[in-house]
């Protein structure tokens, strides 16, 4: 229910989904002239042209799914204290925070992302899935983004509660998802130490492992072994952020009202 009135109410901001298209098109230029540049004709670790745009399309887009940002409405809340008003709701704070997130996401998939998509497909080119099997585990990568994403930015609001700022905290998230997920630069083009790095860390599954699912570039095999990982680090994380909820609660102290 939560979800459905936050895509409700995403719909009376307009200019904000024209605003948004504009900038996923400038974003998804900028990457296509780059990598026009770099790679010309030729190809590098056997990736060629066409397929780091269609790598870089389905990154920039992706990056509008993800749901990291909730972190600014659990701080918000807290230096409000409305976060007191939303404890007492029938729904339990974390999955209230995930339906409004998913909300989010299931509008800006309907309005940005899939509309960006076809604009992207007239003036750079989209390759099609490698096969329908990639396809597949396309959306099922898609679906453990959203699931580590939502777990790593409710974390970052969790470490509010004891630092009540997440600035810092969700501006090194940030850092550590543009360099470490490969949404920018793959990790085909990673030294081999760093992809042994960036194996051990979640970030890889927010950008990375999506768009080589879908264009074929990991084999099945990789592909369940890189899911089975996937699946426990959201278990590990869902562990850590429910022990984490559970001491920040009893710290919190609602002041006035």
Known sequence: MFGVKTFSNQLSYRSEVWLRLLGN???????TEIWRAVLGNGEIEGIGVEQMITYSIINTLLTALLLTGISAKVD???????????????????????????????????FTSIPSLFIAWIFFGF???????????????????LAISFLLGYLIS????????HFALNWILGGFITIFSGSFLPLWFFPESWVTITKMLPFLYLGYLPAAIYLGTITVQEIGTFILTGLAWTAGLALLVCWLWNRAIKRLVVQGG
């Not at 007492?88 to 998913?102: A, D, M, R, T």
């Not at 969790?158 to 700022?165: D, E, G, I, K, P």
């Open 127 to 145: 390759l099609p899935p490698a096969s329908a099997t990639h396809f597949l585990f396309f959306l099922i990568a898609l679906i453990q983004a």
């Open 76 to 110: 918000n809340s807290l230096k409000t204290g409305s976060i007191a008003s939303e404890l007492i709701k029938p729904l339990s704070y974390p999955l209230h925070l995930l339906s409004e997130g998913l909300g989010n996401s299931f509008y800006q998939l309907m």
């Open 25 to 31: 098109f400038v974003a998804i230029l900028i990457l």
């Open 158 to 165: 969790l470490l509010a509660f004891w630092l009540m700022n």
